[in-house]
């Protein structure tokens, strides 16, 4: 019976763990800014 | 006069750049009385005077700026009974409140109480004017901050991120555990991107008393892991003397010619600078009587010199940057 608990807890645990190291690693990653940047506004009034 | 309470970090900054506007005589008192000396030794000097006083001569200065740890509903209440005006740079939202309700005590003193000047809230407020000017109407504000001024701020901090969060959304106060609500939100360099969450904020209801206007506010800090896991517990490790880079983003979404837009302004300066700054040209605003509306405000009000106010600021050093589309 017992046997029986930790196998499924087992199981359990590394399916999680799968699941989770797919979504870790082929999960869409955030990348650098590629659409705009900063500009330094030298005139508050003309912005 | 110009009184400075509480000589710490953000103290300091308010007496460097009201010396900087040609202040010449600022008092300044601390609990602790030995900081307050240092200062004034460090700032003193040919035509400027800083003066260390007691907590009841704070009472003869025109405006007293007050930098301490919150609570300042008390001082504020003393030195306005006395008709002196007051710059809070609270930034704990029932400090906050109950400076809101000493409005009438104000009018009635023939002074100025202004709540708020600080980064977040104060510049925050300034900016979301500063953009709204460019939009036809506006409608959503989000205020993103990350970094620390001094101790008493970073424990603010702390506190902010383990409390509940407050925003306006479509007509109601939503109150949400701090901590939630992950955002990705980018700051000009060095800060660069953080990951930010909820917090604990006055700035939704001073932003939202100034653009009555405004259907969604949300504030929210940066945070690491560690900041979210240990935020319910007191704090183990004491904070720096000053926390290093900060950065205060604002993003308006509005309308404009017809066209849905969305625009990001931001700050990337040490917060207990920015805080100085805005604290001291708030209150050399009411020296030189730009303000001068008795009662209770908060910057980005109408009623106040939002536009001279960050050309004084941007004046002082801190440096806006506004996001461009590629």
């Given amino acids: 019976m017992a046997v029986k608990f930790i196998r499924r807890v087992l199981l359990a645990v590394s399916v999680a763990s799968a699941v989770a190291g797919v979504i870790r690693f082929k999960g869409k990653g955030v990348g650098a800014i590629k659409q705009g940047g900063w500009r330094k506004v030298t005139d508050p009034k003309q912005n | 006069m110009i009184g400075i309470g509480g000589a710490g970090v953000v103290g300091s900054r308010v007496a460097e750049t009201l010396r900087l506007f040609s202040h010449q005589q600022i008092c300044v008192y601390d609990t602790e009385q030995i900081i307050a000396q240092r200062l004034a030794g460090r700032l003193s000097g040919g035509e400027y005077q800083i003066s260390v006083v007691d907590r009841n001569a704070m009472k003869s200065a025109k405006v007293v700026v007050l930098c301490g740890p919150s609570p300042h509903f008390s001082i504020a209440k003393e030195l306005l009974d006395a008709s002196v005006s007051v710059v809070s740079t609270s930034d704990d939202i029932a400090d906050c409140l109950n400076l809101l309700t000493l409005s009438q005590l104000a009018i009635e003193n023939k002074a100025v109480l202004i709540v708020g000047a600080a980064s977040s809230p104060g510049m925050s407020g300034l900016l979301v004017r500063h953009l709204a000017e460019s939009f036809d109407s506006i409608d959503e504000v989000h205020v993103a901050l990350h970094g620390t001024g001094g101790p008493a701020c970073a424990r603010q901090h702390h506190r902010a991120l383990s409390g509940q969060s407050i925003g306006w959304h479509d007509g109601e106060w939503l109150r949400r555990p701090a901590g939630s609500g992950r955002e990705l939100c980018w700051f000009p360099e060095p800060v660069g991107a953080y990951d930010c969450y909820r917090g604990e904020l006055p700035d939704p209801l001073l932003i939202k008393r100034a653009f009555p206007e405004l259907e969604r506010v949300t504030g929210r800090v940066t945070a ?34 017809g066209a849905r837009l969305v625009d990001v302004i931001a700050v990337a300066e040490r917060v207990g600078q920015v805080a100085g700054v805005v604290a001291a040209s708030t209150a050399h605003a009411i020296v030189t009587n730009k303000i001068d509306k008795p009662g209770a405000h908060v910057l980005g009000d109408k009623s106040m010199p939002n536009s001279w106010l960050v050309s004084q600021i941007c004046g002082a050093g801190i440096n806006l940057h506004s996001f461009v589309r590629a």
Avoid: C, H, N, W
Avoid at chain 2, 231 to 243: H, L, N, T, W
């Fill in chain 2, 224 to 257: 690491t892991r560690r900041d979210r896991v240990f935020s319910r517990v007191p704090m183990m490790i004491p904070p720096q003397a000053e926390g290093g880079m900060g950065g205060l983003r604002v993003e308006v979404r509005g309308m404009k010619s």
